[in-house]
Nanobody, 124 residues
Framework: QVQLVESGGGLVQAGGSLRLSCGAS????????LGWFRQAPEKEREFVAA????????SYADSVKGRFTISRDNGKNTVYVQMNSLKPEDTAVYYC?????????????????WGQGTQVTVSS
């Protein structure tokens, strides 16, 4: 089993930045694809970014491309997402997820393990 815990959320003004972290415990996730998703009120959970086990490959949703950067530190069993130029529409609960299979999936169903989420609120 893998336990994922997100941190770093909060309230920020539009144009500001936040860095989310997600630490894993229970077993190493160095061989897992790791992803970030978000869910706004009354909306479905949506893909934000994913990173391969090596960190050499990444994938981003069009809505965050150029503003968000996903990275990982396998030695710390942690994945990050640096969020810059935040917009009010980025407001959501952000979740990290782990997928044992190869690739950079964008679907919720592809990921086996999920964190509890951290709230990000961007004020205008």
């Amino acid at each position: 089993q893998v336990q994922l815990v997100e941190s770093g959320g909060g309230l920020v003004q539009a144009g500001g930045s936040l860095r989310l972290s997600c630490g894993a415990s229970g077993r190493t996730v160095s061989s897992y694809t790791l992803g970030w998703f978000r869910q706004a009120p009354e909306k479905e959970r949506e893909f934000v970014a994913a990173i391969s086990w090596s960190g050499r490959s990444t994938s981003y949703a069009d809505s965050v491309k150029g503003r968000f950067t996903i990275s990982r530190d396998n030695g710390k069993n942690t994945v990050y997402v640096q969020m810059n130029s935040l917009k009010p529409e980025d407001t959501a609960v952000y979740y990290c997820a782990a997928d044992l299979n190869a690739g950079l999936p964008r679907t919720v169903s592809a990921y086996e393990y999920w964190g509890q989420g951290t709230q990000v609120t961007v004020s205008s």
